[in-house]
């Protein structure tokens, strides 16, 4: 099992930034990718970004391409999502992801963090 705790949700202003974390302990032994769903009211699960257990590949939504960036702390074995240019369509609840056995499309993941909530206000 690998368990995921996500921080750093919270209240923003359009225009701002947040920069959210997830811890991941357990059997990371398992070199899962790891990445980023979201929620918003009324709306499907959608995804938005992943990187691979080394770093060195990651995917994105078209939606936040160029204004997210995840990244990773092995030693830490946290994954990062930096957002910038936060608009209202970002409000939504934000998921920590881990998926075995993929370099870093995450499709089905096996693991899921508790969410943590964005807020961005006009």
């Known amino acids: 099992q690998v368990q995921l705790v996500e921080s750093g949700g919270g209240l923003v202003q359009a225009g701002g930034s947040l920069r959210l974390s997830c811890a991941a302990s357990?059997?990371?032994?398992?070199?899962?990718?790891m990445g980023w769903f979201r929620q918003a009211p009324g709306k499907e699960r959608e995804f938005v970004a992943s990187?691979?257990?080394?770093?060195?590949?990651?995917r994105y939504a078209d939606s936040v391409q160029g204004r997210f960036t995840i990244s990773r702390n092995d030693a830490k074995n946290t994954v990062y999502l930096q957002m910038n240019s936060l608009s209202l369509e970002d409000t939504a609840l934000y998921y920590c992801?881990?998926?075995?056995?993929?370099?870093?499309?995450?499709?089905?993941?096996?693991?899921w963090g508790q969410g943590t909530q964005v807020t961005v206000s006009s």
């Open positions: 990187i691979s257990w080394s770093g060195g590949s990651t």
């Open positions: 357990g059997r990371t032994f398992s070199r899962p990718a």
């Open positions: 992801a881990a998926q075995r056995n993929t370099v870093v499309t995450l499709t089905t993941p096996d693991y």
